[in-house]
């Protein structure tokens, strides 16, 4: 149990937290729930770091460290659409968004049965940075608006941003599975 591990490990564990505090009547639940997502995407790039620096990368690492932060943005944007903070034509980003997870997911599970990696990309970085931020501001959403009345429009600025990013990305890993199944056919 290395400490990169149990950082993932934290992240998944913080999505019941983070799913209560939409249950949690008042602004204070909203943000409780930004702060917690905001642990769990500093987390995510401390354990990197971390396991990178110590050299303390691990299977189990590799493995659940996608999946981690894949559950996590999930459980954020399924809750921001059932309370209508993420609502009529902005569901479309979240939708955008989590159909190129799983659509990255299987190619990388499909690609590594031939041996194929998918390196990400720098373009794929910024895509994430981006979708974090925007859910942080919508997680505050109408707590946030409280302060800065444009907390929530700029998440969902944002997020759009993301889902657009999320396309050309996803794009480019489908394209790149593709040669290597039809370079293997040919």
Known sequence: MSLPNALTYGRILAIPALVACFFVTGDWGRWAA??????????????????????????????LDPVADKLIVSAALMMLAADGTIAGWSLWAGVIILCREILVSGLRE????????MP???LTKLKTVLQM?????LLAGSAGDKVW???T????TLLWIAAILTLYTGWDYLKAAFRHV???EG
């Open 182 to 184: 039809t370079s293997d």
């Open 149 to 151: 009345p444009y907390t």
């Open 133 to 137: 931020v925007a859910i942080g501001f």
């Open 34 to 63: 930004m702060w917690i997502f905001i642990a769990a995407g500093v987390s995510d790039f401390l354990d990197g770091y971390l396991a990178r620096a110590w050299q303390q990368q691990s299977k189990i690492g590799r493995m």
């Open 110 to 117: 499909f690609l590594g049965t031939l041996n194929v990696g």
């Open 153 to 156: 429009q700029f998440g969902l």
């Open 120 to 122: 990400v990309t720098r």
